[in-house]
């Protein structure tokens, strides 16, 4: 299938045209849920060491955010691109007014709430230059400022690097057979880069952990789950027999998810492919959501795709760069003490820091968010009158 020919099948298919689904929505909401149970069980523990691994796994929400972003990216890129002059100007005004203005709102919040001090990602302090390296959402290349002045800000860093490259890559990858051979390049990639991160910066013996966090952190330590993503979108868009889905889907789905909980139910080996348990673990859990993602597409179940998931998925930007000051605050203010230390007070800290991160949201995504990206579409729309006229 060539691109044109692709073209004319999102246009023919409603169900994967530029409208936003709930779906992708309750995906993200999902995936901001475990970002914050992460981050809210390292300062309320839980006793229980299985409970505790579940609730570390929530950091990969982020691979199904990054899922979630392929598979939104794709429908908008290829509907749009039909019919727009200038896709790609177009794509990146969008994409910088849905990031940026909520970023720098971000960067300011947290150079307030933490200052320039030494801290674990920026042993050495802020420097004065890791700001406008940060604000030109260029910190993803290098170890000491790719999540030290907004914490959580490398997976920002990835994002807006692969929003850089998927105009050029989306026209190379129009088929399954095309994807898994830029998905096996990706894995390259991502080898290369954790030979090279070593030789290419210098630290001393107690901040190599710096190079280690960074090679994984970084945009090709998580270039596959994004091909990962745009595989999901090209099967949603073969439209598949339910049926086929079903079986295959439902295979995949149970054996990904054993591998994904390999590392603490020490399930019997037999049970998946001994290669598949070589992968690094984000790359398993990208594999896991893909084909999450494709079944509730299809099967859109009440349990999942909710009045809240959905909610929380609208909220997840403002919710991902806000809760880390909420949970700075919790301790500043002695709010995180007043937790004993068992699996029923994490818990219940994991549920207030979602409460009082939703309720900042709200007005952020209804100040800045929806302001700021109604504002894209309005310079886009100037910018296209003043071309034609």
Request: hydrophobic share 55%; aromatic share 16%; glycine share 6%.
């Amino acid at each position: 299938m060539n691109y044109s020919t692709t073209i004319k099948v999102i246009e023919a298919t409603p169900q994967l045209d530029i409208k936003k689904y709930e779906f992708i929505d309750a995906l993200r909401g999902i995936a901001i849920l475990g970002v914050i149970l992460v981050h809210s069980s390292q300062a309320v523990a839980p006793t229980n060491a299985t409970l505790l691994w579940l609730m570390g796994e929530g950091a990969r929400g982020v691979q199904l955010f990054y899922v979630a972003s392929a598979l939104t990216l794709c429908m908008s890129w290829v509907a749009r691109s039909s019919h727009e002059t200038f896709p790609i100007r177009n794509f990146y005004i969008r994409r910088f007014f849905r990031i940026a203005p909520m970023f720098y709102i971000a960067i300011l919040t947290y150079l307030f709430v933490n200052g320039f001090s030494p801290s674990y990602w920026a042993p050495n302090g802020i420097e004065w230059w890791f700001i406008p390296i940060t604000a030109a959402f260029l910190h993803g290349f290098h170890p000491e400022i790719i999540t030290s002045v907004v914490p959580g800000g490398w997976s920002i860093a990835v994002e807006m690097s692969f929003y850089a490259v998927l105009p050029f890559l989306l026209p190379r990858l129009t088929s399954i057979k095309s994807c898994l051979v830029f998905f096996v390049i990706s894995l390259g990639l991502s080898y290369l880069n954790m030979r090279l991160v070593p030789h290419i910066f210098s630290y001393s013996e107690n901040q190599q952990y710096l190079l280690q966090n960074f090679a994984f952190l970084n945009f090709f330590g998580q270039l596959p789950v994004f091909i990962i993503g745009i595989l999901g979108y090209l099967i949603l868009l073969k439209q598949y027999p339910r049926t086929q889905i079903a079986i295959i889907g439902g295979v995949l789905f149970v054996v990904f998810l054993l591998a994904f909980l390999y590392p603490v139910f020490k399930l019997p080996s037999d049970f998946i492919v001994s290669k598949l348990l070589k992968m690094p673990h984000h790359f398993i859990a990208g594999m896991l959501f893909a084909v999450f993602a494709i079944l509730l597409a299809n099967w859109p179940t009440r349990l999942l795709v909710n009045r809240m998931t959905i909610l929380f998925g609208k909220l997840s930007f403002s919710m991902y760069l806000t809760h880390f000051a909420i949970l700075t605050y919790f301790s500043r203010l002695g709010f995180r003490d007043m937790f004993p230390t068992s699996d029923m007070a994490s818990l219940v800290h994991f549920l207030c820091v979602v409460f009082v991160a939703t309720i900042v949201s709200l007005f952020f995504y209804q100040y800045i968010e929806k302001t700021s990206i109604t504002a894209g579409k309005r310079l886009i729309e100037k910018l296209t009158l003043r071309t034609l006229g």
